[in-house]
């Protein structure tokens, strides 16, 4: 399982790190050739315009993976300070950032999108920071669960014992400990948000143009579907293909970590 | 007379009311003291209190009234660095050795930690003085290399004592350490636990449920019942002259390895005490004084160093005034 | 009545095959009280539930041999037949009671249940010999107790309701596996007189697993000595305590703590 998800996640950080370089054409490229079926000239066909899709789709892929991992990486930052705080300290702190985490949670991603880039401006920075808050509250939870059990383990208690100070305590002692959850929880939010990152691309709101990215690509398609039924079922394929990569290395990491026995 | 190397005074702990339970007094008023060098066993059944008293000793359990003194100086009042500065004078060896080792941490840099927080030994003398640890329990230096899943219960549990000697603590309290081992297991690591208690002159609290092994390591007894202690004297005097009723009945109930002591013992008919009968705190108690009135502690010594509650006495039952 | 010859058990564990009951052979004559002793892995309690068939929980087990219960083979019965068997005819009483009893039934329910499945009685016939049960096993105001979930019983209560359970349909073996290993000595020594008196009012055999040498002493007539998955040692109890012959049990005996002896210097 882990290796079939390696392989996938392989394809997808190729895409990442050398897009533009394995596309073969520059995905701005236009062309006569408006809405082909694939040809030797072009492997997926053309989009309305004439730019070739398979190039369109390996570099969009790059913008909107590096959106998710980027977005998910600061959430899983914001999420492992605060949960494994939050969760260590317990009491007033726990009470006090899970209400304020909460607050966040409640919004729907799309409302607060909506409101930061009114605000703000349709920034790509501000697409991922949007992203990056609106995860953080289930990051937080993520990491926050497996620390409030295992903070009562005897090796934890052990090492008070010793002397050895809180603040080493949570981060050798506890926090290696919940990092297995925390990988398998962190792969299925990737999943997640490549949904929401292309949802909101879709709705209008992620990098403009001329930045090709799938949610904008399926956009732009959707008028075209019976013409050149590719240009949607491309981005489509893609999507899911990225998704199923992460829900994938998730089951594969959790077989593998043995997640939840010591 | 030395100074007594721990004072335990009116020790109490007691747990806040939850989900309708009322508050319980885990720990009610417990007294006694640990000379230089000695051990005090510490017995008693499921929620005696006997494992909250070892753990609020330790200040690892937040302590509701009374005083720990720790040579000499009061532990109750110190602040969290204080406390953690204390903490090389007195360690902890758990119950469970497949849980209180960090699986993922080197046996080598277990043993460091302590040394590394109390910065005892300086950074190059580390390895060294892990070794020594290491021989001190009678395990080869060389093994520090690998991870606690590859050792036996036995193997971790000697591991874990060596963690709790590498700073050199006068005082360890030891929670059921053997409990979980097997029975030729348990033997060896009572003699380890003998041994270095006389070689390095250590002070043990040792909690445990079975009274034989605690015969063996014990200088003197505390029998803990409800939350107090009922009966404490020295090892010999308690185990073979009991006064308190709860104590008698915990030594007439341990399984003798000897078959027709055995058999006549479980063919004798057991009577089902009722400790808490005589609750009530008013009147005089079965020494025939009123503490309500005089405000005296309901403590009584019945021999030299040996002293019993008039507490949990059974309605009916008095001491046989010898 | 029950005779067991080359039994043997084994699992597979990441391809590996691990014998854990190595052939051994042992009798249990009508009435009569056996004891297995040995340390943990020594496949006592395997040995234990090879004789009810049960696997331990979560693996699978895969038995050799024979196990003869009044003449019948028991490894070669059906699963079905061997249910019939299970509880009526040879009864078990683990370790943690809490792991065994129902916890959504009432203590009533599961007697009753017992009762009627083999014993065919009504549910009417069933509570009436459910509350003389648990008077039996000495549980107060049995009427009442037994409409008590079993969380609402203390420890011992619990081992004396999984007790009632076992002896409720009159078994001819009664198989218990450190029955009070989980239990305080105080509540230890009150379930073993139990024991020792439902074994004589039911005329019961007892088969006792323990790794404790003063909970055997009392209970059992001859003794079998476990180590590694195979008996090294048996005999008559007394004549085993006093003088044990194989060096296993040797070193098992002298490392058994006594409660006589005093602190050495």
């Not at chain 1, 920075?125 to 953080?136: K, Q």
């Not at chain 2, 309708?20 to 720990?27: F, H, L, S, T, Y």
């Not at chain 2, 010999?236 to 002591?261: F, G, M, Q, S, W």
């Not at chain 3, 792991?99 to 009417?124: C, E, F, K, Y």
Request: with cysteine; glycine share 8%.
């Amino acid at each position: 399982m882990v290796f079939i998800g390696l392989a996938m996640l392989a394809v997808l950080l190729l895409i990442v790190v050398f897009g533009p370089s394995i596309a073969p054409y520059s995905p701005s490229k236009t062309s006569p050739n408006s809405l082909d079926g694939p040809s030797m000239m072009h492997w997926l066909g053309t989009d309305s315009i004439g730019r070739d899709l398979l190039s369109r789709l390996i570099v969009g892929g790059r913008g909107t993976l590096l959106i998710t991992f980027v977005a998910v990486a600061l959430a899983l930052a914001a999420g492992l300070v605060l949960g494994l705080t939050s969760g260590y300290m317990g009491g007033k702190v726990d009470l006090i950032v899970m209400r304020l985490l909460d607050v966040i949670f409640a919004f729907p991603v799309f409302l607060l999108a909506i409101a930061v880039v009114a605000a703000l401006g349709p920034t790509l920075r501000n697409l991922i920071l949007t992203i990056a808050i609106v995860y953080t509250p289930a990051m937080a939870r993520v990491v926050r669960g497996p620390v409030l059990s295992v903070k009562r383990w005897d090796h934890v208690e052990a090492a008070r014992s010793v002397g050895v100070g809180e603040f080493a305590i949570a981060i050798r002692h506890v926090l290696p400990m919940v990092i297995s959850p925390i990988l398998v929880q962190t792969s299925l939010i990737l999943a997640n948000t490549i949904f929401t990152v292309t949802a909101l691309s879709f709705l209008g709101l992620g990098p403009p143009p001329p930045d090709p990215n799938w949610g904008s690509m399926l956009a732009e398609a959707r008028q075209f579907m019976e013409l050149a039924p590719l240009t949607v079922i491309g981005p489509a394929v893609a999507i899911i293909f990225a998704s199923l990569t992460f829900i994938v290395l998730a089951n594969g990491l959790r077989e593998l970590l043995d997640v939840g026995s010591r | 007379m030395t100074t007594p190397l721990l004072q335990v005074r009116d020790l109490s702990v007691v747990f806040p009311p939850r989900r309708g339970r009322p508050p319980v007094k885990a720990v009610d008023r417990v007294s006694f003291d640990i000379e230089p060098g000695h051990t005090v066993g510490l017995v008693g059944e499921s929620g005696s209190g006997k494992t909250t008293t070892g753990r609020a000793i330790l200040q690892l359990q937040p302590i509701t009234g009374g005083s720990v003194s720790l040579l000499g100086r009061e532990l109750t009042g110190m602040s969290r660095s204080e406390v953690r500065a204390m903490r090389r004078h007195m360690q902890f060896v758990l119950q469970n050795p497949y849980s209180s080792l960090h699986p993922r941490m080197k046996v080598a840099d277990i043993l460091a930690e302590p040394l590394k927080v109390h910065r005892s030994v300086a950074k190059a003398e580390i390895p060294d003085r892990v070794a020594e640890l290491m021989r001190l329990v009678n395990m080869d230096p060389a093994v520090v290399k690998r991870y606690p899943h590859e050792f036996s219960g036995g193997q971790r549990q000697r591991i874990v004592i060596a963690r709790a000697l590498a700073v050199n603590p006068d005082f360890v309290v030891c929670d059921e350490p053997v409990s979980a081992l097997d029975v030729r297991t348990q033997a060896q690591i009572v003699e380890l636990l003998h041994d270095l208690q006389s070689k390095l002159k250590l002070s043990y609290l040792f909690i445990a449920h079975d009274l034989a092994i605690v015969r063996a390591v014990a200088h003197r007894v505390a029998v803990m019942y409800g939350g107090r202690i009922v009966e404490l004297g020295d090892a010999d005097d308690v185990y073979e002259n009991p006064v308190h009723p709860y104590t008698k009945n915990l030594l007439e109930a341990v399984p003798i390895p000897d078959p027709v002591r055995q058999r006549a013992k479980l063919a004798s008919a057991a009577p089902d005490p009722n400790f808490r009968g005589r609750d009530a705190e008013t009147g005089p108690c079965v020494f025939g004084e009123d503490h309500a009135h005089t405000g005296t502690p309901e403590w009584h010594e019945v021999g030299p160093g040996h002293g019993v509650s008039c507490r949990f006495w059974p309605p009916g039952v008095s001491p046989i005034r010898s | 009545m029950l005779e067991v010859r080359d039994l043997v058990a084994e699992f597979t564990r990441e391809g590996e095959i691990l014998r854990v009951v190595k052939s051994i052979g042992f009798d249990i004559a009508p009435g009569e009280a056996v004891g297995f002793v040995g340390e943990s892995g020594s496949g006592k309690s395997v040995t234990a539930r090879a004789v009810m068939r049960l696997a331990p929980e979560g693996s699978s087990i895969r038995w050799g041999g024979r196990i003869l219960f009044k003449g019948q083979d028991l490894l070669a019965l059906s699963e079905r037949e061997m249910t019939d068997v299970r509880g009526h005819r040879i009864a078990m009483v683990f370790q943690d009671p809490m792991a065994s009893l129902n916890p959504v039934m009432t203590v009533g329910q599961q007697i009753d249940d017992m009762l009627m499945r083999h014993m065919g009685m009504t549910r009417a016939q069933a509570r009436k010999r459910t509350v003389e049960l648990l008077g039996l096993v000495g549980i107060r105001d049995p009427e009442h107790r037994a409409d008590d979930y079993p969380h609402q019983f203390s420890g011992g209560m619990r081992q004396r309701v999984l007790i009632a359970i076992a002896v409720s349909c009159q078994p001819d073996l009664l198989i218990a596996d450190e029955p009070t290993t989980a239990l305080d000595v105080t509540v230890q020594a009150q379930i073993l007189r139990l024991l020792m008196r439902l074994r004589r009012e039911l005329g019961m055999a007892l088969m006792l697993i323990t790794h404790d040498f003063g909970v055997i002493a009392g209970m059992v007539e001859r003794v079998y000595v476990m180590n590694n998955g195979e008996i090294v040692e048996s005999g008559e109890i007394d004549a085993l305590f006093a003088a044990p012959k194989h060096p296993y049990t040797q070193a098992l005996l002298a490392a058994v703590p006594r409660i006589e002896t005093k602190r050495s210097a």
